[in-house]
């Protein structure tokens, strides 16, 4: 795997938006921010743009990434918030630049079209909170955690155990996202490679029957049996309750797996809440689940 230069003080990174526009109130808070952490941040030409949902046409929005992969000196992108948008440029997008001109590609929700390009090409990327909340309350350890890894420190995260973990120790690479992109990509050449892999999956807003019929889709396309372990990130704001549908997600996706030997650690603190725990995807970890702890390590 292609492992970026960590940051250093002084260092450039740029903040694009490929996805839905954000809010600059909250980018320009973002900034100042980076900047006072010490680094020299460049914006997207069209960071600010608005074209209805998205941060500008597809061509503005493609313009910035491409800017941004093939610059030659700074050191990392951050992107500015999530939504929906990517997959109109990801056919375009020359991945290959960053090869030439590597740097680290910062971004959750959405942005996880652009982790399983990355991961397919073998170029490790931080799925992590993004700038557009960075201001949100309770952000403060999260845009901690992801200073201190774009600076080189490893983690370790560790939690008291859930009743529907899996036990069990795994060690590989780690990749995944949210649930419904990585649906999405089933059946095209970005699609997830889960062989001897720790998939690690999220997602908001949906209702249970929906979040159940894209578990089951990751099952029957055969992405969940060949897995080294799961790691089941914060599954928010869903539209449909237990009692509604006869179980809550914990329940679901333990069924789902139950006949696999794997590991499954539940409740791991990455998704959209505030606390989203920077990862490192398509760097090697070990999940080892136990009756009264989880912990993920990087290796």
């Not at 030409?45 to 491409?66: I, M, P, S, W």
């Not at 372990?229 to 914990?250: A, C, I, P, Q, R």
């Not at 603190?269 to 990087?298: C, E, F, I, K, M």
Request: aromatic share 10%.
């Amino acid at each position: 795997m292609l492992f970026p230069p960590y940051l250093k003080k002084g260092d450039e990174v740029i903040i694009i938006a490929p996805a839905g526009n954000a809010d600059r109130k909250k980018l320009l808070s973002a900034i100042a921010l980076i900047e006072n952490k010490g680094y020299k941040v460049l914006e997207g030409k069209y960071l600010f743009n608005k074209h209805f949902r998205f941060a500008g046409t597809t061509e503005q929005r493609l313009h910035d990434v491409e800017w941004a992969l093939s610059h030659p000196s700074a050191k990392a992108v951050f992107m500015a918030r999530g939504g929906y948008g990517c997959i109109h440029l990801i056919d375009a997008v020359q991945i290959h630049m960053l090869r030439q001109y590597p740097k680290w590609i910062i971004g959750f929700s959405d942005i996880t079209v652009f982790h399983n390009v990355l991961h397919n090409e073998n170029i490790v990327s931080i799925h992590g909170t993004m700038p557009a909340l960075f201001s949100q309350a309770g952000t403060e350890r999260s845009v901690q955690h992801l200073f201190e890894l774009l600076e080189g420190k490893k983690y370790t995260y560790s939690t008291a155990s859930c009743v529907f973990n899996k036990t069990g120790i795994a060690s590989g690479p780690l990749t995944g996202g949210n649930l419904s992109i990585l649906c999405s990509l089933i059946g095209t050449k970005n699609e997830t490679d889960t062989r001897g892999k720790i998939l690690f999956i999220e997602e908001v807003g949906e209702p249970l029957y929906k979040t159940e019929r894209m578990l089951l889709q990751l099952k029957r396309a055969g992405k969940l049996k060949p897995l080294a372990g799961l790691l089941v990130g914060t599954f928010s704001d869903l539209k449909e309750s237990e009692k509604e549908f006869g179980k809550n997600y914990m329940q679901m996706i333990f069924d789902i797996v139950r006949e696999y030997t794997y590991p499954v650690y539940m409740q791991f603190s990455a998704g959209h809440q505030a606390a989203n725990y920077p990862l490192l995807l398509g760097a090697t970890h070990t999940l080892s689940v136990g009756h009264n702890t989880s912990v993920l390590t990087l290796h």
